[in-house]
């Protein structure tokens, strides 16, 4: 996924949560219990791989444009009951 990982040396190694969902995709967007809160979170161990796209997608949702990924998937509001 990132090649130019393989030339980094390693000088420190730190461990922590992974958070996650249960449905295994991660939070991103307007956080409806909280008026003008957006989150991005909930990536797992896949934070660096889909950082890109996490950003796109909440910058555009931000901005009022339209995605050109569906924002649905991922929109915090599917894991209220």
Not at 3 to 23: C, N
Not at 46 to 56: D, H
């Amino acid at each position: 996924y990132l090649p130019r990982l393989a030339e980094l040396q390693v000088i420190r190694v730190w461990t922590g949560f992974r958070p996650a969902t249960p449905d295994g995709l991660p939070l991103i967007g307007r956080w409806p219990p909280v008026d003008g809160l957006w989150i991005a979170a909930g990536h797992e161990g896949l934070g660096i791989t889909l950082a890109l796209g996490t950003g796109r997608l909440l910058a555009d949702s931000i901005a009022g444009r339209q995605p050109s990924l569906d924002p649905a998937p991922f929109a915090p509001a599917r894991l209220e009951s």
